[in-house]
């Protein structure tokens, strides 16, 4: 499996055998997976993780993971009642099988492999974290003008965004989230922008000019809605054409969310795209960045083969279908 995607995985890598690291490495990076691992090899630093916010395509366990026979299965049991949403991945010793597991421990993993033979994991990677192609050129235009909506938004703060991954978690980051509906010929879902309602008020009270000081949270509401706005605009104008959309059945399903557990489920299994937006105040370099998430969920319709970007002005003027007055 070639990684030429521009979109990665994050995986939390479950396994304290050093003398397999740099193996399972390069097999990550060889995948587009981006590993992580606990600095603590223990079940309850692992269960603090999960419970935490960090996004996740899926986890790497081995299934002595801790020291014991047994231990890594008994920490399976702890994600998977935790969160079932995440596929793991299980690693072995002796057979790249579910042999000698019961049914119902067989039933938390997608598959098992052994180092020997990898090809079992690759297939299972491909069905389960990358199941869903999200074009290059679809991901570079999104982050493109996110950035550029962000930077109208925060002038005094540089812009930084992270690797775009997949995550099939249906976790929610802080305390402000905003939804709005995508709806084209070719896709139908929903964006999200979330973040941390204190975190931003600062930095909007800091860097949001002579009136800062003085805003609130209701300001900051109106902010991540103009942002959310100016985010949809550009994705309608870059790659919505004209189509028959109002002659098809508008199919929905029900959206649950769970304030206390901050999870939201879109009635999808599929992996959502995420980016990540670092904001850094300028005049501050030493102040911790603040993160801005945006999701995209296309839980409705998803035909990427059908995926085109809207010509731009520059493009129909150099074809000669438009002249310059």
């Not at 809605?225 to 985010?231: K, M, P, R, S």
Request: glycine content about 8%; overall charge negative; proline content about 4%.
């Amino acid at each position: 499996m070639k990684n030429d995607r521009l979109v990665v995985s994050k995986v939390l890598v479950l396994d304290d055998v050093a003398a397999h690291f740099e193996h399972l490495k390069a097999f990550c990076e060889e995948c587009g997976l981006v590993g992580i691992r606990p600095q603590q090899r223990d079940a309850a630093s692992v269960m603090a993780i999960l419970r935490s916010n960090v996004d996740l395509g899926g986890i790497m366990l081995y299934e002595r993971f801790g020291g014991t026979a047994g231990q890594g299965l008994a920490l399976a049991r702890e994600i998977h009642a935790a969160r079932p949403e995440l596929p793991i991945f299980l690693r072995r010793d002796a057979v790249a099988s579910m042999a000698g597991l019961d049914e119902k421990t067989a039933a938390m993993f997608r598959c098992a492999y052994t180092l020997a033979d990898l090809q079992q994991l690759r297939s299972s990677l491909e069905v389960s974290i990358f199941s869903r192609v999200y074009p290059n050129e679809l991901v570079r235009g999104i982050s493109d003008f996110t950035r550029a909506s962000l930077e109208t938004l925060f002038p005094l703060c540089d812009i930084d965004t992270e690797t775009p991954y997949l995550v099939k978690d249906r976790l929610i980051y802080g305390e402000v989230f905003t939804l709005i509906a995508i709806d084209s010929d070719w896709c139908r879902g929903y964006m999200m922008f979330q973040a941390s309602e204190e975190a931003v008020l600062e930095l909007l009270r800091r860097a949001g000019g002579p009136e800062g000081e003085h805003w609130t949270f209701r300001e900051l509401n109106n902010v991540l809605g103009e942002l959310t706005n100016l985010a949809w605009g550009s994705f309608k104008n870059r790659y919505v054409g004209h189509d028959n959309r109002g002659e098809r059945g508008q199919t929905q399903v029900p959206i649950i969310i769970n304030h206390q557990r901050g999870f939201i489920s879109f009635g999808s299994d599929d992996p959502q795209l995420c980016l990540k937006y670092l904001l850094r105040e300028r005049h501050r370099p030493e102040a911790a960045a603040v993160p801005i998430f945006q999701r995209f969920v296309f839980n409705l319709n998803w035909s990427p083969d059908e995926f085109r970007e809207n010509p731009s002005v520059e493009s129909l003027v150099d074809a000669g279908e438009l002249e310059l007055f």
